[in-house]
C-alpha cells in the first residue's frame, strides 16, 4: 500500500505561483509512475501531469503545459507540482496519484490516490 498526503494548496490571485507537494508512505515511490489530476466543482476529475520512475519522462495536459511542472524526489519520497501563471480556470481540487502500470493520463491507470488539496485562483 502507498500513502499520498497532499499539501500545499491555498489561493491566489490569477497570474501568480503556487507550488503543491505529495508526500507519499509505505512503499519506495521509485518503482511507480506519479501522476497529478484536478477536479473542479461539478466537474470530472482529470488529468494534469504525470512523471516516469527517475523523472526522465514527463506528460502534461495541453491546458497546462508551459506553466506546470512535475517533479520527484525519490530520496524523500516526495512528488511536486509547480504551477506558474495561474489562471482561475485552474481552480479545483488537486489529487496526487501513484502507477504502477506507467500510467500518465488515465485514471484507471492508477493504484493510489491522495486526498487532495485545494486551489484557488482569484481574478
Known amino acids: 500500500q502507498v500513502q499520498l498526503v497532499e499539501s500545499g494548496g491555498g489561493l491566489v490571485q490569477a497570474g501568480g505561483s503556487l507550488s503543491v507537494s505529495c508526500a507519499a508512505s509505505g512503499r519506495d515511490i521509485s518503482g511507480y509512475y506519479m501522476g497529478w489530476f484536478r477536479q473542479a466543482p461539478g466537474k470530472e476529475r482529470v488529468f494534469v501531469a504525470a512523471i516516469s520512475w527517475i523523472g526522465s519522462r514527463t506528460y502534461y495536459a495541453d491546458s497546462v503545459k508551459g506553466r506546470f511542472t512535475i517533479s520527484r524526489d525519490n530520496a524523500k519520497n516526495m512528488v511536486y507540482l509547480q504551477m506558474s501563471s495561474l489562471k482561475p480556470e485552474d481552480t479545483a481540487a488537486y489529487f496526487c496519484?501513484?502507477?504502477?502500470?506507467?500510467?500518465?493520463?488515465?485514471?484507471?491507470?492508477?493504484?493510489?490516490w491522495g486526498q487532495g488539496t485545494q486551489v484557488t485562483v482569484s481574478s
Open positions: 496519484a501513484a502507477s504502477a502500470r506507467s500510467g500518465v493520463g488515465a485514471e484507471r491507470d492508477y493504484d493510489y
